[in-house]
DNA sequence: TATGAATGAGTTTTCATTCAT
DNA sequence: AATGAATGAAAACTCATTCAT
């Protein structure tokens, strides 16, 4: 029993497991966003975690769990930031979309790791074709966010706010445009063509916002 | 002694060749969308264009380089169809814009193949490193069509169509927006929630030039 | 529960490790003798040795290594019998240069592997072109061998042994002689005209030495 | 028959062909030397020799036979170059040595790609298994010269200039050195450490003959 | 639990040679 | 005689995953 001094330490209580778990995602995270996923292999994950590559294997089934899992945190994110952006009552409709749009920013801007593995980076969908029961929660997970949003629609619909145009239309509309706003900035980013972000998001978001408010004109 | 169109024929003619080089094109545009950049590999596209592995290299110089052109010739397309929808005389701007829309549209409906290399897969960045001389053609192409957009929504704002917006900020937006509407009406489109597509589309794309015109209120 | 010598036995041990090495870089110099650098695979090595491909890869960075590390050894015993050959005190200068030519037939003869690889052999230059760290380690070791022996001939004219010649010119001509003898002697043992490589090295170097001997007339 | 102005002139006459074989030739030597046998293909060889890869084939078996081919030309001028040293009547025996070690420096510094194939390059082995009948050939060439030699020692012992050696062991003691001399000069100019190699290798055949002449003390 | 050596199928790419034209 | 498109068997190297320890 005399290996104590060198031999690392095995994660004994369940929290030392936990805490070795969170060390490989977090690590994961930072890989898949700096090499890309096809780039990072697990043994770089695993050296820079300092574990040995058999370990990974103990806490997660292969290299595509561990991505999705990353995707469902990043999702659980974006969705708690929606759900606390939407929370103070006395919000008009306009303005919920508004916040959802502002937590959507947040989310992009505070979380970028876990904004860029999912819209930027992209997997050789040969990799998804087997292990698809997580791919299925991601998108029920991607579903409840956009029926939130549904829900903020109808309201403002309810209420006079907004135009009555069908909401799961207007709902997909407006999410698919942030979402390409969002997109674009960080490729134009790369390119140096965009600056403020924020800025070019705020006015992106303002012009959509105009469009849904009653008293336009039809096309 | 017609040889027809069968295979394994020596390509004599520069034209014989044309056709090869074709047939590997499409093959590879075909799987590249089935299997991703990374889950295609060279052998995948040669077995099924019906030639040898030796021959890929004759006619390009790797992976990256089927890829890039694949890339090339989306662009190419989707420029040409939103010339074309632009080229009537006396359009209102607000037509205009609409008619870029609608041409994006017609390419990711026509032309799925191509639409979705470009936006839907990626590559382990890794890849793309060095080889860099096309990658900067591709930009230059996609800035072709943002500054072909800008110039529309100018000519509105002088004539008074359009809110003196930021020119460069509301056409990046527009096109944001578009784009993001395609990623996810293609996302949905899997996941069965949309199946009027075109509706869908045309639905955003109203609420956002309403955005645009004059007489809006601000939030 | 011995595991002598049988084959895939894991290596836990660093000395497993080693064996395994070793076991790696004898086959490969039995491999490059028999069949050249070109003409030897990684999976003839692998195959021989009797561990997968992959295998190599966590011994040795590639085929350049591993040849460039039997290049060093080899290096290392030649240097080490010359040494040795040398250390004996009260010799003269020509018993020395005798026993360094000794040391190096001893080489030839008894390490012909070693040899073979430096002398005979050759690479396509283009794999050598980059990877040129260790390259350099290889020079050094051959000039030190040469200086060896520039020190003795030095010895011999301070002490009036031998002819006040350039003694880097001397070192390099009688350096080549030897190199020369044994390739001839190498490439006239294959098509079996010298059998009695020995004695045809001494006569060879015996020539050699009677023409640095002092006294002897210019031509 | 209208073709004349663009395509290629075809080898009418036997002495078109000779010209094209000739270039293939002239081609090849210099690429085995700039790039190394390996390190040379086909392809580049008729690029540059303005000649279809078919072509090659026509004149010449495969690779192999081209560099063989190439490897017997520059022993016949070796031996031809030596054969013109030896002519004049009326040498001594010693002069006779020295005049067919300058021939192998005349050699080595007037076509410098023709020795360099033969010493510097090396084939993996493989290349040369089935194909050894040219191979025979080279090396009879290789007999010739030494029996050349041979023939003048005999002479100088026979007349009395030179000690009575077993001549073929003289032989080969002298050709090997001077080999082992023009190895290590190209090695080492390389390495910038030899910068005149006519001086270098005259002194080193000096102190060889001296040790050859008569009244030479025995070690 | 934890390790890390071992695996081997899989990938891209090269090139001597062939053969239809 | 000449062409050059086509071939396909290598080759070097990678890496997710396994499993003996």
Chains 1, 2, 3, 4 share one sequence.
């Not at 697990?42 to 990974?56: D, H, L, P, Q, R």
């Not at 089934?61 to 708690?80: C, P, T």
Request: overall charge neutral.
């Amino acid at each position: 029993m005399t290996t104590a001094t060198t031999m690392k330490i095995r994660a004994r209580s369940s929290s030392d497991k936990q805490i070795k778990r969170r060390k490989l995602l977090d690590t994961a995270l930072d890989l898949f966003n700096r090499q890309g996923y096809q780039g990072t292999s697990i043994e770089m994950i695993t050296e820079k975690a300092g574990v040995s590559t058999g370990t990974f294997y103990l806490y997660f089934k292969g290299k595509v769990e561990i991505y999705q899992l990353l995707n469902f945190e990043g999702n659980e994110i974006l969705f708690r930031l929606i759900e606390d952006a939407m929370s103070w009552p006395g919000m008009t409709s306009i303005a919920r979309l508004s916040a959802i749009a502002g937590a959507y920013y947040r989310y992009y801007a505070e979380y970028p790791g876990y904004y860029k593995i999912s819209s930027i980076l992209n997997i050789g969908q040969k990799d998804f074709r087997r292990k698809s029961e997580m791919q299925g929660q991601l998108n029920q997970q991607a579903n409840q966010i956009l029926r939130l949003i549904e829900s903020v629609l109808q309201a403002g619909i309810d209420n006079g706010e907004l135009e009555p145009v069908d909401t799961w239309q207007a709902t997909t509309a407006l999410w698919g445009m942030l979402d390409g706003l969002l997109i674009l900035a960080e490729r134009e980013h790369q390119n140096l063509i965009i600056d403020a972000c924020d800025d070019f998001f705020k006015q992106g978001l303002n012009i959509l916002i105009h469009g849904l408010l009653k008293r336009q004109d039809a096309v």
